[in-house]
């Protein structure tokens, strides 16, 4: 067993929710404790022996109606570090029926007793619905358009672990926001602790509400981009775009994808972020993506697991669990 005490520490602070379905309803005290909670964690991973505990005798289920690589991997791995018994269910989306289906789904794994589900789902609201339905706690891995708050907490760790705080960052968002469940989890997130966000993508990728998230808009990557702190790229999702969002994809790199040239208007210790999967030569140049002086997208990937760890350890806190304050 990995020779840290993480709990007596910790044990002070407690997580006033049952289950984590976004980073809205989360406070900027629940934050800190999620990142200095992962930080310790990632001094564990990084140890020859990485396993504890503290899951010992739980069950946890991820439940993918999306596909996935990163998100799913890294949860089991946490669950497995961190010694509870973890099964992956994969469900391909086109065999669900929604609705009454999901609620079937959620009932048959309810009768299991598992501890805590992480569940994606394509339809915004749909982990919502299911985290209504079942006893164990609900961790959202992603659900549509809408959130994906464990991407943006590791995203914040490894920002506050390379610049030390989060608040007067500037950081600026790139991309495909419209489709982007990455986008509104950070947003919310940077905002609630203190960062100035910008966004940047041409008006076909930008979502209507935009004016109500509390960002800066930019239409130009060179003006978006000047000295900011921070540069965080997301993909292009094809997958969930009806019709053509952006004349080529050629045209698209020229005027939005990150190079060396666009990078050079940001702070010089600006660093370049991105959650994957990458479209290499689409949002970002491909050589930039892999400059380890500019690029933390490797360490967004081990953050990734520490922050699971994290999630996991508060939810299964006997303490944490009090149905009438559900988030
Ligand atoms: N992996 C992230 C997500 O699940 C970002 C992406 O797919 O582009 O939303």
């Known amino acids: 067993m990995a020779n840290i005490s993480l709990s007596s520490d910790l044990s002070a602070f407690r997580f006033p929710h049952r289950h984590l379905l976004g980073i809205d309803g989360l406070s900027p005290e629940d934050i800190t404790l999620l990142l200095d909670l992962a930080d310790a964690y990632v001094a564990q991973n990084r140890q020859r022996d990485k396993k504890s505990d503290v899951l010992r005798g739980r069950t946890v289920i991820n439940l993918f109606f999306e596909n996935s690589t ?11 570090r961190l010694g509870g018994d973890v ?3 994969s469900v391909s989306s086109s065999s669900i029926k929604k609705g009454e289906t999901l609620i079937d789904t959620a009932m048959t794994l309810n009768a299991m007793h598992p501890d805590v589900l992480i569940v ?6 749909a982990v919502q619905l299911l985290s209504e339905k079942v006893n164990a706690s609900v961790i959202n891995a992603g659900d549509g358009r809408h959130e994906h708050p464990t991407q943006a907490l590791l995203d914040a760790l490894t920002i506050k672990r390379r610049k030390g705080h989060l608040d007067h960052l500037t950081v600026a968002i ?7 469940r990455v986008a509104r989890s950070n947003i919310q997130l940077l905002n609630l602790m203190g960062a100035r966000v910008r966004v940047v993508a041409p008006l076909t990728l930008l979502p209507a509400d935009i004016d109500r998230l509390g960002v800066e808009v930019h239409h130009d990557m060179r003006e978006g981009l000047t000295g900011c702190d921070i540069v965080m790229m997301l993909r292009l999702q094809t997958e969930r775009m009806k019709g053509m969002f952006v004349p080529s994809i050629r045209e698209y790199f020229h005027f939005f994808g990150l190079d060396r040239e666009k990078l050079s208007y940001a702070k010089p210790d600006a660093l370049v972020m991105h959650p994957g999967p990458m479209n290499r030569g689409v949002e970002i140049d491909s050589e930039l993506a892999d400059d380890i002086d500019r690029s933390v997208i490797r360490e967004q990937v081990e953050m990734g697991v520490a922050v699971r760890m994290a999630c996991l350890d508060v939810l299964t ?6 149905p009438s304050d559900d988030l």
């Open 70 to 80: 990163r998100t799913q991997t890294s949860f089991e791995l946490a669950g497995k």
């Open 87 to 89: 099964l992956n269910m």
């Open 120 to 125: 994606r789902h394509p339809d915004a609201g």
């Open 174 to 180: 790139s991309g495909d926001i419209l489709h982007s």
């Open 317 to 322: 806190r006997s303490d944490a669990i009090n």
